[in-house]
């Protein structure tokens, strides 16, 4: 896999890069959010995954990231020493797939990146139930993966969409954690768990439905279907 590393600290990414390296992935290096955008050429998605360092030297890396996802759908995780929850949502709603907290396990950033990159739930989601989901006022539409509360549009990310439309499947049934995080991200690795509850308050946000979605302690969530 092809994966472009957005670090302006040389030698944490001369590290980085030999350890992803040994690990198979074709690392190529960009120093600042500039280096970066040139490197995500509009007519291909060249790179499987982009991982962004948020203290780049010329631009903030959320700008950067929101300038990456107007042109490319390739999967971008951040990387930052940022580790409250509001620098976390902010970024997912910007259209980042993934928030690693630095210091981090390199075993956790390679599970991170392997999560991210593999296919979305979309190709999975069972087409018996018919094209769209209604859930009072919100409407999800399967096949365009748009949202929209009360007729205005929710504009959600990959992971949100994903992770809304398995809860809106069985309204009232309570997903268990594992199985979320095995469905939406793709792996059982159990340090995921932090990114979904910081996409569950991200969704409770964006759709400005708090009560949707029901944390069940222990357990795991379960959509809670709007009282008309």
């Not at 960009?30 to 360092?53: C, H, I, K, S, T």
């Not at 309204?171 to 979904?196: A, C, H, K, Y």
């Amino acid at each position: 896999m092809r994966l472009l590393l957005v670090e302006d600290d040389n030698h944490v990414a001369a590290a980085l890069s030999a350890v992803l390296a040994r690990h198979g992935f074709d690392v190529t290096h960009a120093r600042n959010g500039e280096e970066a955008l040139r490197a995500l050429v509009p007519e291909a998605d060249r790179f499987g995954v982009v991982l962004l360092d948020l203290g780049l030297p010329d631009q903030d890396g959320y700008e950067v990231c929101g300038k990456i996802r107007k042109r490319t759908g390739t999967p971008v995780i951040m990387v930052t020493a940022r580790a409250d929850v509001r620098s976390r949502i902010h970024g997912l709603n910007l259209g980042a797939d993934d928030y690693v907290v630095k210091p981090y396990d390199t075993g956790e950033l390679l599970a991170r990146i392997h999560a991210v990159s593999r296919r979305t739930v979309q190709e999975d989601t069972p087409s018996s139930g018919g094209a769209e989901l209604r859930l009072g006022p919100v409407r999800i539409d399967l096949p365009t993966r748009q949202v929209s509360v009360n007729g205005a549009a929710v504009p959600l990310t990959r992971k949100e969409f994903d992770l809304l439309a398995l809860l809106a499947q069985r309204p009232g049934v309570v997903f268990r954690r594992e199985q979320i995080i095995s469905e939406v991200w793709r792996t059982s690795w159990e340090g995921t768990g932090r990114t979904l509850e910081v996409h569950v308050a991200s969704l409770r946000s964006k759709l400005r439905m708090p009560a949707l979605i029901e944390t069940v302690r222990g357990v795991g969530y379960r959509l809670v279907e709007p009282v008309v």
